[in-house]
């Protein structure tokens, strides 16, 4: 079963699986921007001003989420195995919904993504929701600036149920706004977390943050 929720939220509901996708934010100059397309996309978000950390680095004030089996839900070999498959989608032309996409570019693995993501996850686990914004009132972009990561465009897709990197992958790709932002060339940089909390509706609550420094 498919449903559209929220202007700013996309989820495909079936199986006990859920998805939902922000597609890109793009801001240049403190001036606002444009980017994405479709009812998901949100125009004109000012960027962040400089962190001390620089772009793309983290160090925002806050130390950064380490990557471990709490925030990998325990799946073996997790960061390398979400890069292949990543990039292994990104390396081939596709279709994200009847819209064509170029092969593009890799990601490289950012930390500062990482940590914003995890943060989300851990959020939507330990508090049993699901949405692109926390409970704290946050969005994707101003957890991301809240890491130290001085953002130019950023996206981000997010899941639950899902109980593998291949699972969750494979349903984001199926489904044209998840499949739209793990392929945009804009992008250059992602971070992703599966946080697992027992007696929740999903079990498992997945992020993924993608985006590009200033």
Known sequence: MQHLSLPDEQRLVGVGLIL????????????GGGGGGGPDA???VPSPP??????????????LVALDASTSCNLPDF??????QINAARAVARSCG??????????????????????????????????????DG??????IAAEGYAWSWVGENIAAGQTS??????GWLASAGHCANIMRAEY???????????????????????????
Do not use: K
């Open 42 to 44: 949100t125009i004109g």
């Open 188 to 214: 250059q940089h992602v971070g992703v977390s599966c946080v697992q909390r027992s007696g929740t509706t999903y079990g498992r609550y997945w992020t993924m943050t993608l985006a590009r420094p200033r």
């Open 98 to 135: 009847g819209t064509a996409m170029p092969a593009v570019a890799p990601l490289a693995w950012n930390d500062a993504l990482f940590s914003a993501a995890a943060r989300h996850s851990t959020d939507m686990a330990v508090n049993n929701y699901f949405s692109h914004t926390g409970l």
């Open 138 to 143: 946050r969005t994707a972009s101003q957890r």
């Open 50 to 63: 400089n962190s001390a950390g620089g772009a793309g680095t983290g160090g925002g004030g806050s130390t």
């Open 79 to 84: 960061r390398n195995s979400l890069l292949q």
């Open 165 to 170: 990197v291949s699972t969750v992958m494979s």
């Open 20 to 31: 939902g996708a922000l597609l890109a934010l793009a801001a240049c100059g403190g001036g």
